[in-house]
């Protein structure tokens, strides 16, 4: 059976877990390839809304198996809250979640990086959610300092750890008062105990023992076994550490680019990408965004789409939908077909506006910038739509959608040049459109 992977085409935040969530009904496994506990997804199930940020959305499903891969970084107090949560509100979490023991651990000494380093070079923030997720993947990079999920079982852990903590502590007294951020951390010196830092990690490496093992092996029998295996992604395409707006991204591969790595798994193996896209545009954090309304309209968008961040509660930044940055992560990704969310959001507005260009230093552009000082400086070329005003949460068929909705995704679907697949008109599974252009 081919594969299937689930991206997100913008900054984020695109409501791909309603989309897993429909989809994993048809799968045999579900698996969380990259980013850590940085990420969520929103799932409305059985009428019960649910907030994830590293367990896979088919968890809701007891016959499919949930994979959290090596590509991931994971903090275990974070993991265990979430598998205690979903336990406390009737959800299963057994045998069906496997941790990669590949998989890289976050750390205390992560998030002190985190809130060290976060705005030291440019002097903008780049908008970590200083859960120390880029600490982590730097040291997975950086290979002496890293500890994976299978260290916690080694003979020689508490060793690693006494090493790791005494290194970190050198380095962070050693920089104390040279970062504007230094007033973040607890004290005027950093001493990591070693010994409670074990302790503690001890205890989540017995609480996690049982669902520890080889997912690279575990997933290249599945594929070796024609199972169905839907791959998602977390964070989106533009926030990708080498194809998004640099530094304003992510630590990890969040476009297509990062599923085979990510997983362990053939390339050829994912036959079908789905891109996932909001019917506007919201970005998190720091970084130049063209379409960006900082006014009443793009607050109306905030707050009928509850642009609040899963895991962060941080407000979104809310802007019309552009159709240059759409079009880049769809053929950056391989994109075949899209799902257009929250398209009810914008039942308000006389007029709809579609960037379907750049302009920059003069030029008319519409390749999206490699560089985030031109993304900066280039200016929104908009083609107005008109809007509509009725509600359409109850619409399941898309000519039943007012002609003028039916017009903008008709539009965003030619801009793009790729066909939708799914419409998304409210956050249950059942306020989903589906069709094919």
């Known amino acids: ?50 907030k994830l940020s590293l367990i896979p959305s088919g968890v809701f499903h007891p016959n ?77 990079y950086g290979r002496s300092l890293a500890v994976r999920f299978g260290d916690l079982y080694k003979p020689d852990f508490e060793e690693k750890i006494q090493t790791i903590a005494g290194a970190k502590n050198r380095l962070f007294n050693g920089l104390i008062g040279e970062t504007d951020n230094s007033q973040m951390l607890p004290g005027i010196g950093i001493d990591i105990d070693a010994g409670a830092v074990f302790r503690e990690y001890k205890g989540y490496a017995d609480r996690l023992e049982k669902y520890v093992t080889d997912t690279t092996a575990y997933l290249l029998d599945a594929v070796d076994a024609d199972k169905r295996i839907l791959f998602e992604g977390a964070q989106g395409s533009l926030l990708d550490v080498d194809h998004g707006t640099f530094p304003y991204v992510t630590s990890s591969n969040s476009s297509a680019v990062g599923v085979c790595s990510g997983a362990g798994v053939p390339p050829h193996f994912i036959k079908k990408y789905v891109g996932i896209i909001k019917a506007y545009t919201t970005r998190v954090g720091g970084g130049p965004f063209p379409t960006e309304l ?4 793009g607050q109306c968008i905030r707050d009928r ?62 390749a999206f ?44 679907s030619g801009l793009i040049g790729k066909p939708i697949e799914m419409v998304s008109v409210g956050p249950g599974r059942e306020q989903t459109i589906m069709l094919q252009f």
């Open 305 to 366: 789409g509850k642009e609040y961040g899963t895991v962060t509660k941080r407000p979104r930044r809310c802007g019309w939908f552009d159709a240059v940055a759409a079009r880049y992560t769809v053929r950056l990704g391989g994109i075949d077909t899209l799902a257009v969310m929250l398209l009810d959001v914008l039942s308000t507005f006389d007029e709809l506006k579609i960037c379907t260009a750049y302009t920059l230093d003069g030029s008319r552009v519409t």
């Open 64 to 140: 499919v198996q949930c994979v959290i891969a090596g590509g991931v970084v994971c903090s275990p107090s974070a993991l265990l809250a979430e598998i205690d949560t979903l336990v406390k509100l009737g959800v299963n979490v057994g045998k069906n979640l496997l941790i990669s023991d590949r998989a890289h651990i976050i750390f205390p000494w992560h998030k002190i990086e985190d809130a060290m380093f976060d705005n030291i070079a440019s002097g903008e923030a780049i908008g970590t959610t200083m859960r120390g997720i880029g600490p982590c993947y730097q040291d997975k």
């Open 1 to 50: 059976m081919p594969g299937t992977a689930v991206i997100g085409l913008q900054w984020g935040d695109e409501a791909k877990g309603k989309i897993v969530d429909i989809l994993t009904a048809q799968q045999d496994v579900v698996v969380r390839y990259q980013g850590g506990a940085n990420a969520g997804h929103t799932v409305v199930f059985n009428g019960q809304r649910y």
């Open 369 to 412: 910038p490699s560089h985030v000082d031109d993304l900066r400086r280039v200016e929104a070329i908009y083609e107005t739509l008109p809007g509509w005003h009725e509600d359409i949460t109850e619409v399941r068929q898309f000519s039943d959608l007012p002609l003028n909705a039916q017009n903008y995704l008709k539009r965003i």
């Open 294 to 297: 900082a006014n009443d309209t």
